[in-house]
């Protein structure tokens, strides 16, 4: 059985970090890309970043650029998610998923497996 697995959740202040892993069993994903996205209460999923099946190009969405990074080690089946500067407004599920493609991509309908999530709450 397939499977992603976030962790690393919690609640912290704004300006503290926090780093999200996605743990993947089940099969391998060497040659897909991965992505993270969130959903905030009340809002629509949101685009957070996505890393290339190497892990030599990254993507991110404009709310989080220059705060997140995303990172990936191929051989312990894991992609991360650091996360600086936390906002308020950072609050949300996320989600890892794995794509389709090799390459970076922010739309959702590209990625075919994802994760039960993990709660971020940021307090200000």
């Known amino acids: 059985q397939v499977k992603l697995v976030e962790s690393g959740g919690g609640l912290v202040q704004a300006g503290d970090s926090l780093r999200l892993s996605c743990l993947a069993s089940g099969r391998n994903f060497n040659t897909n890309s991965m992505g993270w996205f969130r959903r905030a209460p009340g809002k629509e999923r949101e685009f957070v970043g996505s890393?290339?099946?190497?892990?030599?190009?990254?993507y991110y969405g404009a709310s989080v650029e220059g705060r997140f990074t995303i990172s990936r080690d191929n051989e312990k089946n894991t992609m991360y998610l650091q996360m600086d500067s936390l906002r308020p407004e950072d609050t949300a599920i996320y989600y890892c998923?794995?794509?389709?493609?090799?390459?970076?991509?922010?739309?959702?309908?590209?990625?075919?497996?994802w994760g039960q999530g993990t709660q971020v709450t940021v307090s200000s």
């Open positions: 890393i290339n099946w190497r892990g030599t190009s990254t």
């Open positions: 998923a794995a794509a389709r493609h090799m390459e970076t991509t922010p739309n959702p309908t590209n990625y075919n497996f």
